[in-house]
């Protein structure tokens, strides 16, 4: 069973920063692309940023790209999204997701991912 545990979210005022950090469960982390997700109330979830399984390459949505970073750290089994200058837009609720194993297309939506954590709230103020 594998679990993903975010952290770091919080209220922070426009232009911003926060770090999220998912850390998961398992021995099998450095084999799968992982992926960030985003919830805003009233809207469907949303892609945010997804990794490969070695942190060699990176995609993000245009809402985000340049002000979001994803990285990882097989080490230690943790994924992280570094968000900066943050805008009131980017407020909603912050999930990380485990993808599929290395050799196959790292998704960009949903239905990619097979495990997901419980979310975390970030809320920017105008």
């Known amino acids: 069973q594998v679990q993903l545990v975010e952290s770091g979210g919080g209220l922070v005022q426009a232009g911003g920063s926060l770090r999220l950090s998912c850390a998961a469960s398992?021995?099998?982390?450095?084999?799968?692309?992982m992926g960030w997700f985003r919830q805003a109330p009233g809207k469907e979830r949303e892609f945010v940023a997804a990794?490969?399984?070695?942190?060699?390459?990176?995609y993000y949505a245009d809402s985000v790209k340049g002000r979001f970073t994803i990285s990882r750290d097989n080490a230690k089994n943790t994924v992280y999204l570094q968000m900066n200058s943050l805008k009131p837009e980017d407020t909603a609720v912050y999930y990380c997701?485990?993808?599929?194993?290395?050799?196959?297309?790292?998704?960009?939506?949903?239905?990619?991912?097979?495990?997901w954590g419980q979310g975390t709230q970030v809320t920017v103020s105008s």
């Open positions: 398992g021995r099998t982390f450095s084999n799968y692309h």
């Open positions: 990794i490969s399984w070695s942190g060699g390459s990176t």
């Open positions: 997701a485990r993808g599929g194993p290395r050799l196959t297309t790292i998704p960009t939506t949903p239905l990619g991912y097979t495990y």
